[in-house]
């Protein structure tokens, strides 16, 4: 039976098999049979999460071995929509990733459109916690929190640290600081509003976003929310969606946005750390970095979050998708709006 | 008054929002959680007049709009401090409205 998935927003998709439901079950057990070379059987389907552009289900699963059945889970995630980029890109970015010394959860298998699963990738169970306001005030967690800035640091100058040619056959975007700047300027005016601090921000911006190529792939979207954490520290980057070519400082600028501080403002890196440990960690796993770029590609990056606040508000006020939750997305503009204003008259955030 | 007057509209439906929130499952009551938010920042909003006061901080530049069009076309610098500050005060007057515990708020309310 194929059924429309449960997207956050009611936003049109394209039919595809209900992962919990029989036959989606069914078409989990086929993929993941032929991934591992042997009979799987479904025990469960559970959803985990579900937003606009992604949603994602833990699987468990019993499966033959050469010591007799044993369990197994998974993670099936797939794509609400055609937006990003194919889960197969993603899959191998991760594959590639992981090559690296980069902790990614382990890729399982890319199911085929034949399927019915949709554009989604099968990868391996990894422990750890997701909600980051749970990881960054729960007592559980305090030696992860220790950890974690050595963890990140480390696994941001692997990634870095390839040579382009490791991305070779990838169709991934590029380009460089300022190029980015005038692309998120443009959807600015698109939208239309008057925002005075965004305009100082922009206004700051432009003389020093760099003109310079890019040098690395950068995960993109590099943030407390997006980790996995266990007692000991990172366990694994997740959401590999947004990779493409840039400079290191935007993933290291982006990692220190104010709100992925969930209100722990005191350590700006991830709500977890000072800036300058994550700039030595950084440095002593080989990578290059200058805290003045890190700041300006902060300041970016909170302008950039800013703007995401900005478009998911104007999904609702355009009549796009009226949502309760956009709507209130909206006035967070102000909570952006105010770290900007601090940023560039005070010098920090 | 014999009457419930706006605020008081606001507050009925806060309460009602509280109570929903509990009974719904996990999507609609996180909605409703938010929807309760969105209700409390339309309460603050009747009180205060947010965008005057973005107006008012901002009349030496033309307002917001003016604010916008100078630094866009560089005739506002982003270093200019008279700017800044009028700047820090409409930012301000909004969050006081939007979100008046987030953390940099009171940051903003310090002298530099």
């Given at each position: 039976?194929?059924?429309?998935?449960?997207?956050?927003?009611?936003?049109?998709?394209?039919?595809?098999?209900?992962?919990?439901?029989?036959?989606?079950?069914?078409?989990?057990?086929?993929?993941?049979g032929?991934?591992?070379?042997a009979?799987?059987?479904?025990?469960?389907?559970?959803?985990?999460s579900?937003?606009?552009?992604?949603?994602?289900?833990?699987v468990?699963?019993?499966?033959?071995?050469?010591?007799?059945?044993?369990?197994?889970r998974?993670?099936?995630?797939?794509?609400?929509?055609?937006?990003?980029?194919?889960?197969?890109v993603?899959?191998?970015?991760?594959?590639?990733?992981?090559g690296?010394?980069?902790?990614?959860?382990?890729?399982?298998?890319v199911?085929?459109?034949?399927?019915g699963?949709?554009?989604?990738?099968?990868t391996?169970?990894?422990?750890?916690e997701a909600?980051?306001?749970?990881?960054l005030?729960d007592?559980?967690?305090?030696?992860?929190?220790e950890?974690?800035?050595?963890?990140?640091?480390?696994?941001?100058?692997?990634?870095?640290?390839?040579?382009?040619?490791?991305?070779?056959?990838?169709?991934?975007?590029s380009?460089?600081?300022?190029?980015?700047?005038?692309?998120?300027?443009a959807?600015?005016?698109?939208i239309?509003?008057?925002?005075?601090?965004?305009?100082?921000?922009?206004?700051?911006?432009?003389p020093?976003?760099?003109?310079?190529?890019?040098?690395?792939?950068?995960h993109?979207?590099?943030?407390?929310?997006?980790?996995?954490?266990?007692?000991?520290?990172l366990?694994?980057?997740?959401?590999?969606?947004?990779p493409?070519?840039?400079?290191?400082?935007?993933?290291l600028?982006?990692?220190?946005?104010?709100?992925?501080?969930?209100?722990?403002?005191?350590?700006?890196?991830?709500?977890?750390?000072?800036?300058?440990?994550?700039?030595?960690?950084?440095?002593?796993?080989?990578?290059?970095?200058?805290?003045d770029s890190?700041?300006?590609?902060?300041?970016?990056g909170n302008?950039?979050?800013g703007?995401?606040?900005?478009?998911?508000?104007?999904?609702?006020v355009?009549?796009?998708?009226?949502?309760?939750?956009?709507?209130?997305?909206?006035?967070r503009?102000?909570e952006?709006?105010a770290?900007?204003?601090h940023?560039?008259?005070?010098?920090?955030? | 008054?014999?009457h419930p007057?706006?605020?008081?509209?606001?507050?009925?439906?806060?309460?009602?929002?509280?109570?929903a929130?509990?009974?719904?499952?996990?999507?609609?009551?996180?909605h409703?959680k938010?929807?309760?938010?969105?209700?409390a920042?339309?309460?603050?909003?009747?009180?205060a007049?947010?965008?005057?006061?973005?107006?008012?901080?901002?009349?030496a530049?033309?307002?917001?709009?003016g604010?916008?069009?100078?630094?866009?076309?560089?005739?506002?610098?982003?270093?200019?401090?008279?700017?800044l500050?009028?700047?820090?005060?409409?930012?301000?007057?909004r969050?006081?409205?939007?979100?008046?515990r987030?953390?940099?708020?009171?940051?903003?309310?310090?002298q530099?």
């Amino acid at each position: 039976m194929a059924t429309r998935p449960a997207t956050a927003e009611g936003r049109e998709t394209l039919s595809m098999l209900d992962p919990a439901g029989a036959a989606g079950r069914e078409a989990l057990a086929l993929a993941l049979g032929q991934a591992l070379g042997a009979p799987v059987a479904i025990r469960d389907v559970v959803a985990l999460s579900g937003g606009a552009n992604s949603a994602t289900w833990r699987v468990d699963a019993e499966t033959e071995s050469p010591e007799g059945p044993a369990s197994r889970r998974f993670i099936f995630q797939r794509s609400a929509n055609a937006l990003g980029l194919p889960r197969r890109v993603q899959a191998e970015v991760m594959r590639r990733a992981a090559g690296l010394g980069v902790p990614v959860p382990p890729v399982i298998a890319v199911p085929a459109p034949e399927t019915g699963l949709g554009d989604s990738v099968i990868t391996g169970f990894v422990e750890g916690e997701a909600l980051a306001p749970r990881w960054l005030r729960d007592d559980r967690y305090a030696a992860a929190r220790e950890a974690l800035a050595l963890q990140c640091g480390t696994a941001l100058a692997r990634l870095h640290g390839a040579p382009r040619s490791h991305w070779d056959g990838l169709p991934l975007a590029s380009g460089s600081g300022s190029e980015l700047l005038s692309n998120l300027f443009a959807t600015y005016r698109r939208i239309g509003v008057d925002v005075p601090a965004f305009d100082l921000a922009f206004a700051w911006l432009r003389p020093r976003m760099p003109d310079r190529s890019p040098t690395c792939l950068v995960h993109g979207d590099f943030r407390s929310g997006n980790i996995l954490v266990g007692p000991d520290g990172l366990t694994a980057v997740l959401d590999w969606e947004l990779p493409h070519h840039s400079v290191p400082e935007e993933d290291l600028g982006w990692l220190c946005v104010q709100a992925w501080r969930f209100g722990a403002w005191q350590k700006p890196v991830g709500g977890f750390a000072a800036r300058e440990a994550l700039l030595s960690a950084y440095r002593a796993a080989g990578g290059t970095v200058e805290a003045d770029s890190l700041w300006t590609w902060e300041v970016f990056g909170n302008l950039k979050w800013g703007m995401s606040c900005l478009q998911l508000a104007d999904d609702h006020v355009s009549g796009r998708v009226p949502s309760v939750e956009r709507a209130a997305i909206g006035r967070r503009v102000s909570e952006v709006a105010a770290d900007l204003v601090h940023a560039i008259a005070r010098g920090d955030l | 008054m014999s009457h419930p007057s706006a605020r008081q509209l606001l507050e009925a439906v806060q309460l009602f929002l509280k109570e929903a929130e509990a009974a719904l499952p996990q999507r609609l009551g996180f909605h409703a959680k938010v929807a309760g938010n969105v209700l409390a920042i339309v309460a603050r909003e009747l009180e205060a007049d947010p965008d005057s006061a973005e107006q008012a901080a901002l009349s030496a530049f033309g307002g917001a709009a003016g604010a916008c069009a100078g630094l866009r076309e560089g005739s506002l610098s982003p270093a200019d401090p008279a700017l800044l500050a009028a700047l820090t005060r409409a930012a301000v007057a909004r969050l006081d409205v939007d979100n008046p515990r987030y953390p940099t708020l009171a940051r903003l309310k310090e002298q530099p």
